[in-house]
């Protein structure tokens, strides 16, 4: 599970690297493994069968997964290591493309502003 960069060594199966990924999401969010379970409509037993690797998710599961801790697919599956990757920037996407010239201008700087103020935050230690 070792990975170069945002490639996933040949070794590494998303089998091997789904349960770690799930857990560190996890943890980081701050969730435990009901609390998953509630965002995901799953139940905790699942989350705890996918975390030790006993079981594996649906895709429908993964997704739910994915969604409920704001992260993609792809970094549950070891094929990204950015555990911020573009989860959100999809959900945008499928809006912006419907935005005018200038109110892509609007949404810009929106978002230039709103990343500034969380860098900003992160220097000092915020969260």
Same mark, same amino acid.
């Given at each position: 599970?070792?990975?170069?960069? +945002?490639?996933? #060594?040949?070794? +590494?199966?998303?089998?091997?690297v789904f349960p770690e990924r799930l857990r560190l999401a996890r943890?980081?969010?701050?969730?435990?493994?009901?609390?998953?379970?509630?965002?995901?409509?799953?139940?905790?037993?699942?989350? +705890?069968?996918?975390?030790?690797?006993?079981?594996?998710?649906?895709?429908?599961?993964?997704?739910?997964?994915a969604d409920a801790l704001d992260v993609t697919t792809d970094y549950?599956?070891?094929?990204?290591?950015?555990?911020?990757?573009?989860?959100?920037?999809?959900?945008?996407?499928?809006?912006?493309?419907?935005?005018?010239?200038?109110?892509?201008?609007?949404?810009?700087?929106?978002?230039?502003?709103?990343?500034? #103020?969380?860098?900003?935050?992160?220097?000092?230690?915020?969260?």
């Amino acid at each position: 599970m070792i990975q170069y960069g +945002s490639v996933m #060594k040949e070794s +590494s199966r998303p089998t091997e690297v789904f349960p770690e990924r799930l857990r560190l999401a996890r943890d980081r969010r701050g969730l435990n493994q009901g609390d998953l379970a509630k965002r995901a409509g799953l139940q905790a037993s699942a989350i +705890s069968h996918f975390e030790t690797g006993t079981r594996k998710p649906s895709f429908d599961n993964l997704r739910r997964l994915a969604d409920a801790l704001d992260v993609t697919t792809d970094y549950l599956l070891g094929r990204v290591t950015d555990l911020n990757g573009l989860a959100g920037a999809d959900k945008l996407h499928r809006h912006y493309d419907r935005l005018t010239s200038d109110d892509r201008d609007v949404a810009d700087s929106v978002i230039e502003m709103l990343a500034r #103020k969380a860098e900003s935050r992160a220097r000092k230690g915020d969260k």
